[in-house]
Structure formats: structure tokens, C-alpha cells
């Protein structure tokens, strides 16, 4: 099971920092991803972590702007948002990777109830 926190409404140029907790003992076995729903857009790969941590893959529009990062003796990713932008308004969601960071939702099995995120200009 995961649970995002951290969203909420914040001034372009402002961060936030979301967390994704994971239950179980096997957070640490698999990579990890960060993706986002706006309104009546398809849902698109943010961000994407391997099980060590060693590996970051990130989409073009948030290269430079996000982090992400994982502490696995919290069983615990994050993904620190700074200069944040009114087009990174949606709901953010964490998602457990069926094998290594993909950019495709499908490669991905278990998902977070996702967390708002609102930013106004």
C-alpha cells in the first residue's frame, strides 16, 4: 500500500516536497515512480527511481526543477518540487515499478490515492 502527502496550493515559484509511504517489508526491492493527472489529461510519467536509489530518470518538463529520492530504512520516496509552475497543477501519484523505472504507467502495479497539487500564478 502507498500514501502521497505533502500537496497543497502554492505561488508559482514556491516548492512543495510530497512523500509516498509504502507499508510491507519490500519497498526497498523495487523502483519507484512519480506521475501526474491534470483535468482531462492522460495521466504522464514525472519522475522515477531505482530500487538503490542509483538511477534517476526524470521527463523533460521538471529536468532541473524536481528531485527525487528514496530512504529505504523509511520505506519512504519523495519528490522535491521547486519553481513550481500553474502547468504542474494535478494530482500527483506514487506507484510501485513491476521492474525497473519505466515512463509508462502500465509498467507499474500498485499506486497511491494521489495528492493535489495547485499552483497559482
Known amino acids: 500500500q502507498l500514501a502521497e502527502s505533502g500537496g497543497g496550493l502554492v505561488q508559482a515559484g514556491g516548492s512543495l516536497r510530497l512523500s509516498c509511504a509504502a507499508s510491507?517489508?519490500?519497498?526497498?526491492?523495487?523502483?519507484m515512480g512519480w506521475f501526474r493527472q491534470a483535468p482531462g489529461k492522460e495521466r504522464e510519467f514525472v519522475s522515477g527511481?531505482?530500487?538503490?536509489?542509483?538511477?534517476?530518470n526524470y521527463a523533460n518538463f521538471v529536468k532541473g526543477r524536481f528531485t527525487i529520492s528514496r530512504d529505504n530504512a523509511k520505506n519512504t520516496a519523495y519528490l522535491q518540487m521547486n519553481s513550481l509552475k500553474p502547468e504542474d497543477t494535478a494530482v500527483y501519484y506514487c506507484?510501485?515499478?513491476?521492474?525497473?523505472?519505466?515512463?509508462?504507467?502500465?509498467?507499474?502495479?500498485?499506486w497511491g490515492q494521489g495528492t493535489q497539487v495547485t499552483v497559482s500564478s
Open positions: 506507484a510501485r515499478a513491476k521492474a525497473g523505472i519505466s515512463d509508462s504507467p502500465k509498467a507499474y502495479d500498485y
Open positions: 510491507g517489508r519490500t519497498f526497498s526491492s523495487y523502483a
Open positions: 527511481i531505482s530500487w538503490s536509489g542509483a538511477y534517476r
